[in-house]
């Protein structure tokens, strides 16, 4: 085959054209004879099989049945009528249902006939019903033409208004294995492909669009998914090891005076051993001659900040800056008074930098930023503009990395000639199959163990209409001397309405508790930073008792005599949020309790939620079942769903190929680095080609 084959621009396959390739570029992103041989069907019709009605399943697979309609009847609803067909075998009864077309139905189907009914089926109570099934009268379907396993592709509105069927793609497809002879270039080791027993890549892509059967099929499946997650996986660690071996680091070779000071006479408390282990693996990574590039994963009230901060001095004991970011004003500037209050006599210099600093302090700022008086910056995303220079940045810590896109990591590279360490705490614990993918190029450190004496936080699921006593319940615990969070969501797509929300449920609170007996204090995105601020410090010095708030409070903030969580509304916030915003509370002695009040009206996925909230505390625990609710794009936010964009595998699910995938991968880079050898000339061929076209290759920084 001409080397060149796949690169052939897509209106020159046979039957396609110039309209059609338009189409096909614009809805399928498909221009060339690659794209389209890697559109992969997103599901296959199996018509090898006949079941019986009592062996249905409710799993919504696509089944096909043989029976009699023995009955039709129209059901009137609430909208629109609906067509009822009793459908009859010897095994059972199913029903087959239609909301359109009804005339046409009736008229043409035939009473105590048999027939091959295909579709999904769905189970009310004990009975299965397929709506708008695929019809064939039994005769009919024994003379006609039988496709064992039929591809189903993706398909948009457009693409069949356009008349680009699912029919037809299959047709180009033909003809691309037509002209290409079914030949395309292998793009594994034979060694990978002998010791996992995966079949040839053109068998594979020959299996995954015409299979022959249910067992090539899932061969030709898993050999695809495997090279697509070995290849993201090679990229990722072998970015790392390029990092590794080409940046040098910053080497802080000290542990000096100021960190044994600190460890001596400031440090509040003995440090977890989670916490001792994770100091020493940045230890090491920073007096290493890399630079160093790590995730710290630990759940809410882990302990990460004490960890930052004892970084931080390490690298000022070796004469760095040191700067920590944080995803809001709120956050920062109790990152700020907190770290400060650690610190207490010592001689460190700490300013904070956000927004809302006033010219002339932040001019003094960027002064003593420049000269080196400084040593720690705290700020919000201020911190990374350009006139932010620092005189020796060290070391840079994110915290609360899921707010923040890649792009800022980037930047925080550059702020130094030599690139600084750089610490990225996350707030909400990643799956560990994600953060494989995701976070792929990092180092993974964990704290998973909570500073003792902390009692689990107690969850509880409310109705509205237990209002009363709720409230009751938190005029109990005002009276012991506790304070109260109640939040309310805000999404933005309709922020006047959640604004709304907010603002008459402050009032109908303020009523329930009244002046003087109760103080409240409320904190919103609309307001002013400075009255946000003068709230928030109410509510820290315990002159409020109540905090009503949207979830801007939801990252960091610590009240330790804050020991009610109130979740309004809990149904439409996300797992992870919910999560984070329980976290505020069970900071001090006190038990703690997390109360989600929800109306009545519930999704599925919203009792999950619920379900999972009371049931665990555990935050990986929860980012599994979020990571399965929503999907890996979703659950990273928008900004990075892209890195997922996977054509076949899935991470979730396929979670077990991706760690064969990232292990074949760190063992290929381990023993041949540059994939010089002749058996891995295939890999770096195909590794090479990929590097060069595609984007989303180059998504790290
Ligand atoms: P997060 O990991 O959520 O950022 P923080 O760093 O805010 O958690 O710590 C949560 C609380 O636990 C803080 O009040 C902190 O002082 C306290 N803390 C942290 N480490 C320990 C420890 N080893 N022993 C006791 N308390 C600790
Ligand atoms: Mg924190």
Redesign the pocket.
């Known amino acids: 085959m001409n080397p060149n084959f796949l690169q052939t621009p897509i209106p020159y396959l046979k039957g396609v054209g110039p309209n059609r390739a338009e189409t096909l570029g614009a809805e399928l992103g498909i221009q060339t004879y690659r794209d389209l041989l890697h559109l992969f069907p997103n599901r296959y019709l199996d018509k090898t099989s006949y079941y019986k009605i009592n062996q249905l399943q409710p799993s919504g697979a696509d089944v096909q049945v043989v029976g009699k309609i023995v009955h039709i009847k129209t059901v009137e609803q609430k909208r629109g009528k609906r067509l009822v067909a009793s459908f009859i075998d010897e095994s059972g009864q199913m029903e087959l249902v239609w909301f359109r077309g009804h005339k046409w139905i009736r008229e043409n189907l035939k009473l105590n006939e048999p027939y091959v009914v295909f579709g999904k089926t769905t189970r009310y109570g004990s009975i299965f019903s397929m709506p708008h099934p695929e019809m064939e009268l039994l005769s009919e379907h024994q003379k006609g033409l039988k496709v064992a396993m039929q591809p189903i592709y993706p398909s948009t509105e457009k693409l069949s208004a356009k008349g680009i069927t699912n029919r037809v793609i299959g047709k180009m497809m033909q003809q691309l294995f037509l002209e290409s002879k079914g030949q395309f270039p292998e793009s594994l080791s034979s060694t990978i492909l002998d010791e996992l027993k995966l079949i040839s890549k053109s068998e594979a892509l020959f299996n995954i669009h015409f299979p022959k059967n249910q067992e090539l099929l899932a061969r030709a499946q898993f050999r695809l998914k495997f090279e697509e997650l070995f290849y993201v996986q090679l990229q990722l660690i072998s970015k790392k090891l390029i990092r590794k071996q080409k940046i040098k680091g910053l080497p802080f070779e000290n542990v000096g005076e100021k960190f044994n000071v600190f460890f001596k006479n400031h440090l509040?408390?003995?440090?977890?051993n989670a916490?001792k282990k994770v100091i020493k693996e940045i230890r090491n990574d920073m007096g290493s001659n890399a630079q160093m590039n790590r995730l710290l994963q630990?759940?809410?009230?882990?302990?990460?900040?004490?960890?930052?901060l004892m970084c931080m001095i390490l690298a000022i004991d070796n004469g760095f800056q040191t700067c920590l970011m944080a995803p809001t004003e709120i956050l920062a500037n109790q990152h700020y008074s907190?770290l400060k209050e650690l610190l207490g006599e010592m001689e460190i210099t700490i300013s904070l930098l956000t927004g809302s600093t006033k010219k002339s302090v932040r001019t003094r700022i960027h002064e003593q930023l420049e000269n080196g008086e400084l040593h720690i910056l705290v700020g919000t995303h201020a911190v990374l503009e350009d006139k932010v220079q620092f005189n020796n940045l060290g070391l840079a810590i994110i915290?609360e990395q899921h707010r923040f896109g890649v792009a800022q990591r980037s930047k925080l590279w550059h702020k130094n000639e030599v690139p600084p360490h750089i610490l990225v705490?996350t707030?909400t614990p990643i799956p560990r199959t994600l953060a494989m993918s995701l976070y792929g190029d990092l180092d993974i450190s964990v704290?998973d163990e909570l500073?003792?004496?902390r009692k689990p936080i107690k969850t509880v699921h409310r109705f509205d209409s237990n209002r009363l006593k709720v409230f009751q319940f938190i005029k109990d615990e005002i009276k012991k001397g506790r304070q109260i969070y109640m939040v309310y969501p805000l999404i933005q797509e309709s922020e006047a309405l959640d604004y709304k929300d907010l603002m008459d449920g402050y009032e109908s609170i303020s009523r329930d508790f009244p002046l003087p007996d109760y103080q409240i204090s409320i904190v919103h995105g609309k307001m002013k930073p400075k009255d946000k601020d003068y709230e928030m410090e109410r509510f820290v010095k315990g002159e409020t008792q109540i905090m009503v708030a949207t979830t801007v409070i939801e990252v960091?903030v610590?009240v330790?005599n804050a020991s009610v969580m109130i979740i309004e509304s809990a149904e439409r916030f996300g797992l992870s949020q919910l999560h984070q915003l329980r976290?505020r509370v069970g900071?001090g002695a006190e038990q703690s309790f997390c109360i989600l009040m929800t109306s009545h009206k519930l999704s599925e996925d919203a009792k999950t939620r619920l379900q999972t909230m009371v049931r665990t505390n555990d935050g990986f625990d929860i980012a599994e079942v979020d990571l399965k609710l929503r999907g890996p794009g979703d659950l990273m936010g928008t900004q990075q769903s892209g890195l997922l964009n996977l054509k076949i595998a899935d991470i979730v699910k396929d979670n077990q190929i991706l760690k064969t995938a990232r292990y074949y991968a760190i063992q290929l880079l381990k023993e041949d680095p540059k994939m010089e050898k002749e058996e891995n000339k295939s890999i770096r061929i195909a590794y090479t080609k990929m590097m060069k076209q595609s984007s989303i290759w180059n998504y790290i920084s």
């Open positions: 509040p408390f003995e440090l977890t916490q630990g759940d809410v009230g882990s302990g990460k900040t004490i960890v930052a907190g915290d705490m707030a704290i500073p003792p004496g960091g610590n330790p976290g900071r």
